[in-house]
Every structure is written in C-alpha cells, then in structure tokens.
C-alpha cells in the first residue's frame, strides 16, 4: 500500500455485502469524491455469494438472481460507480478519529476516514454459544459453512443430517440440502412452534422432514470405530418429556443470528442492549459522530432487499452530513438512549437526536421469545403509543417514530404481558 492509498477518504465502507455496496453506490451517486469498501473475502456480495438459491434482487436491480449472481451484480455496479474496492483486507481498529488500522496481503496499513460506515453483517451462533452438550466430532457446522461447502467447492458435508432451528434460513438450508443429495433426518426447535412463517414453516412436512418443537439436544455422539469414526454418529434429545435418540451423520446449527459488531467492541464503540448491534440513531450515525452503521450490524436479521435499502438510506445521510460539514467538523445534538428490557431483545434506532427522525422513521423491533401482551412506547413518563397482540421471535415490528420524541429526555418501551388464561 503507497503512502498515496493510506491518505484521507471521504467515506471508509467496512463491508462489502448488500448494505455496504449499497451505501457506496448511494455516496458515489451523490458526487461523494473517494469512497473505499473494505471486505475481508475476496469477492464483494457477502452472505449472499454462499446461497445457491434465489430470490435476490428484485427490488435494487429488477430481476431475479440465485445468491452467487446477486454477489456479481453488486461488484460489478460498484466498479461502475469508481468505488475503490479493496478485497482481503481486514480492519483490525476503528480509531475514535476515523483512522482504521487494516491487515492486507502486502502487511499492516492504516486509512484515515471523514466518514466511516461499518456494514459487517451477522453470523450464526457457534455450538460453543449454543452451549450444546456432547462430543466434538466432525458434521456440527452453520449454514453458512454449509452453503459455503455447496457454493464454492460443490461438495455436501454429510447426508443424513439433524437441522437445529426453524427460521427461515433453516427452511433454506433443508432445501440446499435435499436439492443436493442430503435428506434431513429432522428438524428441531427449541421452542414451541416453528419461527418461519406460514407457507414457509409447513416445508418440512411436505418434504417428509420430521418437525420436532419444544425439544432440545441433550448430547451429540460421535463414531467410534469403522470407517465413520470422528464424525456424528447420532444426538439424544427430549421432546415433550421423553427422551429418544436419533441416528444421523450431522448437525446443522441454523438461525440465532446474531450481529457481528466484534470489531466495533474491540475498538471501543458503544454497542446497543439486548442483541448487542451497532447504537445508531434514526439516520444510522453512532455516539462517535464520525461513525455510521447499516445492515444487518444493527439488528438480527433481515433479507438482502432490506439491508440494502437501508444501506442506500444511510448512504443519503452521509452524503448530506459531509455536504453541511465545515472546518470544526461534525458536532450533533447529545443523543438519548432508548431502553428496553426482555422479552424485547433490539430497538432500532437506539439513539434519539434532536432533529433526527430518519426516512422514513420508523423502530424496529425484535423479541426473543413468542409473548403476548401490550408494548408501550413510553417519553418522559407519557405513554406516546402503543399496541396488543401476539409478538413472535425473528418476527420484524415496525412503528413509526412519533412526532416530538427527538426532543424527548427519557424514552423506553415497556411490555405488559397479558394476563394468563387471557385471549
């Protein structure tokens, strides 16, 4: 890297998936002069370059695309737009002054940034965040592994899996793997009814995949002896009380996504309650005025579309907080933290700013588990809004932003569950 490439950017893009790219183009399209995306792979698209199916691109680009050719799409209008794209390249700081300490092929550099955007995505919770019991033989992997085995080398790990979760990401990784030669033993669920939505969630009846809810694994075998030995052999598990073991030669561990907002941590920033995302406020600016965020580094999880129309978003955003910038910088309003508590485990925006309401300003919300009961949005001690109903975990909640709550001191969401036996 030359002393010119380690000068100063306008805007700094950590992340090259959907929200990322997005924001680029956005910037680019602005007239913004020297954006860089930074993404740690070697191809731009993030997530979606392991998916072997569609649909993807509907909405930005007017036609549908398998995950590999979305992934192409986003590189090749990045490279139309003059973004300077640097692949392999891991950031290992994001300094409070917008310099970022980088890892690349050629050794250690550094980058000074007006701006920087963070768009590193989610990921899927390990067996060690599971806490799953047993031993560790090979054939206990993510759907994202997996889809990287089938994407990239065109191979399937195993062929008689368990799939663990019912998201729809697990609904997906049962069809990778039946359109590839591996039939789903069954599909556990740790709660009470599946988490994907209707028609999504009868998918592992139609394809003849057992559907066990309310269950959980108690221990994971591995082989001994013969040609199998190390990998999976079989998991014991409870469901409703009673204990049974089930023959298989894998594990799949879908869904539990959970933001990967690592680096921010190490670095220093401020991360949200609850899911532990990138605290921005409704125009995707952190605490640190010089940081933004977008995409799924917020909140577990939402689709491609949406990260990236929020990436466009904040793209807009960065684009007129450097066109109003001046000598002394960017100098925001104090924000407020908006507080929750489980059962509700993300807001976003997680910062209110005077004069902030975002487009098209809106929460976000998600539960952890499935809750019925009253949320209450609640400033400065009034109650502002507020609905009933049956709320589901991975479930997106939308609620427009309430006229006056930018000014407000003290804002939080409380939830009433409904008394029990109630309708």
Known sequence: MTAAETGIADVVVVGGGPAGVAAALELRRAGIGRVVLLDREGALGGATRHCTHSPFGMREFGRVCLGGAYGRRLAREAQRAGV??????????LGQDGTLALSTPEGAAAIR???VLVATGTREMSRAQRMLPGDRPLGVLTTGTLQAHVAFHGTMPFRRPVILGSELVSQSAALTCLSHGARPVAMIETGPEPLARAPFRWFPHLAGIEMLCGARILDIRGATTGADAGRVEAIRIEHRGIQREIACDGVLLSGHFTPDATLLRMSGHSLAQGAGGALVDAEGRMENPLYFAAGNVLRPVETAGWSFREGRAVGRAIAADLAADDDVGPVPAPAVRVEFAAP???????????????????????????????LCLIADGREVWARDGRFLPERRVLLPIPEGLDTASAIRFDFHPAPRGAA
């Open 84 to 93: 300077e794209v640097r692949l392999n390249c891991s950031v290992t700081d």
């Open 113 to 115: 940034a007006r701006r």
């Open 344 to 374: 509700l485990k993300a807001v976003v925006p997680g910062l209110m700013r005077p004069g902030v309401i975002g487009a098209p300003g809106r929460f976000q919300l998600r539960f952890e588990s499935a809750v019925t009961g009253r």
